[in-house]
Nanobody, 120 residues
Framework: QVQLVESGGGLVQPGGSLRLSCAAS????????MGWYRQAPGKQRELVAT???????NHADSVKGRFTISRDNAKKMVYLQMNSLKAADTAVYYC??????????????WGQGTQVTVSS
């Protein structure tokens, strides 16, 4: 069993910053790509950023220059530093990881989500 647990969401004013964290745990053999997605009310879930195990990252155009994804392979953690937040960034943010479990089954896992609200 593999679990992803996000933390760090909350309420922030426009222009503010938040740092999201996601911890992977359980019967993990190997973690490949990790990423962050978000889903705003009434909208489809969308990609925010991804990062490979080697540290190569990709960010959606809407967050480039404001958000930065990073990871700590030893701790099995992925982070999302969010700066210059806008009301349009309000959403539930989900952690995602491509994992091979100890049973050697490879699949994608999702966290339960953490709410980010940007409002004055």
């Amino acid at each position: 069993q593999v679990q992803l647990v996000e933390s760090g969401g909350g309420l922030v004013q426009p222009g503010g910053s938040l740092r999201l964290s996601c911890a992977a745990s359980g019967s993990i053999f190997r973690i490949y790509d990790m990423g962050w997605y978000r889903q705003a009310p009434g909208k489809q879930r969308e990609l925010v950023a991804t990062i490979t195990s080697g540290g190569n990252s990709n960010h959606a155009d809407s967050v480039k220059g404001r958000f930065t994804i990073s990871r700590d392979n030893a701790k099995k953690m992925v982070y999302l530093q969010m700066n210059s937040l806008k009301a349009a960034d309000t959403a539930v943010y989900y952690c995602n990881a491509d994992v091979t479990s100890s049973a050697l089954i490879r699949r994608a896992y999702w966290g339960q989500g953490t709410q980010v609200t940007v409002s004055s």
